[in-house]
């Protein structure tokens, strides 16, 4: 009798045993596979002959010349994050010299700043601006400018118009003017008045915005497209104070107007 109740405590036991190990078995199996997985998916991203679209990859920086992905505008921002990678980055797409730091002020500099000429095929009057600018600029003329412009005119964009960069003023607003610091006063911005082409035709925004033309067609899909590289786009579309030029930011909070 005495046996037997020690015999069935045994086996109750070694019941509870088991049961108590398969979590543990069940546990190291999930961390082999999450290894495998990880490991895989590292050889997928890091092996020279990987399938994986280097567009596509997380782990190769940004080409300009790459097709444009959801990864694109995570690329972008650590292609600006240093003044290094985004000189890399631009490469021959930009025709830039760069220059030591301007400090005027605590509110009024420009770091990281270049003198710029060219993004692509098209070029602009010199300028002095923030790598970040002529790398966002470098993009928006790759990806939208260029191919909008075959599209609807069957020409290049030869040059890109501007009104400025670097400005040490005071934010405008349509109330008037503030004690906020324009993002200009960084050259963290640069306001875009026309377009050029290898055709003749000259675009102008204060002239060709409104309507159903090709011509403003265009400035309405460059606005789209500037929307896509740039932090804040404003447009005409905006306000008043912005009927004759495109404000392209490289930061701010996503504003497409």
Same mark, same amino acid.
């Given at each position: 009798m005495r046996h037997s109740i020690?015999?069935?405590?045994?086996?109750?036991?070694?019941?509870?045993?088991?049961?108590?190990?398969?979590?543990?078995?069940?546990?190291?199996?999930a961390l082999l596979f999450l290894g495998m997985l990880g490991f895989g998916s590292y050889q997928l991203l890091m092996h020279p002959a990987t399938p994986?679209?280097?567009?596509?990859?997380?782990?190769?920086?940004?080409?300009?010349t790459d097709p444009v992905t959801p990864l694109?505008?995570?690329?972008?921002?650590?292609?600006?994050?240093?003044?290094?990678?985004?000189?890399?980055?631009?490469?021959?797409?930009?025709?830039?010299?760069?220059?030591?730091?301007?400090e005027i002020t605590a509110q009024c500099h420009i770091r990281n700043r270049v003198t710029l000429s060219g993004v692509g095929?098209?070029?602009?009057?010199e300028i002095e601006t923030r790598c970040p600018i002529a790398l966002r600029?470098?993009?928006?003329?790759?990806? +939208?400018?260029?191919?909008?412009?075959?599209?609807?005119?069957?020409?290049?964009?030869?040059?890109?118009?501007?009104?400025?960069s670097y400005n040490c003023?005071?934010?405008?607003?349509?109330r008037g003017d503030t004690t906020r610091m324009s993002t200009h006063a960084t050259a963290d911005a640069i306001d875009i008045s026309g377009f050029q082409f290898s055709d003749g035709r000259n675009l102008r925004l204060i002239d060709d915005w409104g309507g159903e033309s090709d011509e403003a067609k265009?400035?309405?899909?460059?606005r789209d497209?500037?929307?896509?590289?740039?932090?804040?786009?404003? +447009?005409p579309d905006y306000n008043a104070l912005h009927a004759d030029h495109f404000h392209l930011q490289s930061r701010g909070w996503g504003l497409c107007r």
């Open positions: 020690r015999q069935a405590k045994a086996q109750q036991v070694a019941k509870e045993t088991k049961k108590r190990g398969r979590p543990l078995l069940q546990g190291a199996a994986l679209p280097r567009e596509w990859n997380p782990v190769q920086p940004l080409r300009i694109t505008q995570w690329k972008l921002a650590r292609a600006t994050a240093t003044p290094e990678s985004c000189i890399a980055t631009l490469g021959d797409h930009g025709a830039v010299t760069t220059m030591d730091d301007l095929q098209s070029r602009l009057a600029l470098a993009m928006w003329e790759q990806h +939208s400018l260029q191919p909008v412009a075959q599209e609807l005119f069957g020409a290049n964009v030869s040059e890109i118009t501007h009104i400025g003023r005071a934010m405008r607003t349509g265009f400035l309405r899909a460059a497209g500037a929307c896509r590289f740039f932090k804040l786009t404003l +447009s």
